[in-house]
Nanobody
Framework: QLQLVESGGGLVQPGGSLRVSCGASGFTLDDYAIGWFRQAPGKEREGVSC???????NYKDSVKGRFTISRDNAKNTVYLQMNSLKPEDTAVYFCATAKVFRGCVPAWYDYWGQGTQVTVSS
C-alpha cells in the first residue's frame, strides 16, 4: 500500500524550532519531487518549500532563511527544518509528491499525506 506519512508537528513557542518529516512506504521518494504545503483555518493551501529529485529547492518568501528542506534517500524521508517560528506559521503541514518538478504549486502535486499540525503560540 502506497503511503505518505508526515510526523514531527506539535506546539512550539514563537522563536522556537521544529522538524517535520515526510516518510514513504510502498514506494521510494528518490525519483519524485517532494513538496511541503500548509493550510491554516479559513485559508487556501499554500506551497512552503519544494525539492526536486535532483535537489533543486524553492521556498515561499516568508520562510526563506528560516526553513530548510532536505531529503535523505537512504531513509526514504524528506524533512522540513523550521526555525524562528512565528504564530503565522501555524497550520496543518502536508507533504506531497510530483513526478515532474515545476515549482511549489499544490495543483502540480499528485499524492498527499494526511498532514501534521504545527502550532506556534506562547
Amino acid at each position: 500500500q502506497l503511503q505518505l506519512v508526515e510526523s514531527g508537528g506539535g506546539l512550539v513557542q514563537p522563536g522556537g524550532s521544529l522538524r517535520v518529516s515526510c516518510g514513504a512506504s510502498g514506494f521510494t521518494l528518490d525519483d519524485y519531487a517532494i513538496g511541503w504545503f500548509r493550510q491554516a483555518p479559513g485559508k487556501e493551501r499554500e506551497g512552503v518549500s519544494c525539492i526536486s529529485a535532483g535537489g533543486i529547492t524553492n521556498y515561499k518568501d516568508s520562510v526563506k532563511g528560516r526553513f530548510t528542506i532536505s531529503r535523505d534517500n537512504a531513509k526514504n524521508t524528506v524533512y522540513l527544518q523550521m526555525n524562528s517560528l512565528k504564530p503565522e506559521d501555524t497550520a496543518v503541514y502536508f507533504c506531497a509528491t510530483a513526478k515532474v518538478f515545476r515549482g511549489c504549486v499544490p495543483a502540480w502535486y499528485d499524492y498527499w499525506g494526511q498532514g501534521t499540525q504545527v502550532t506556534v503560540s506562547s
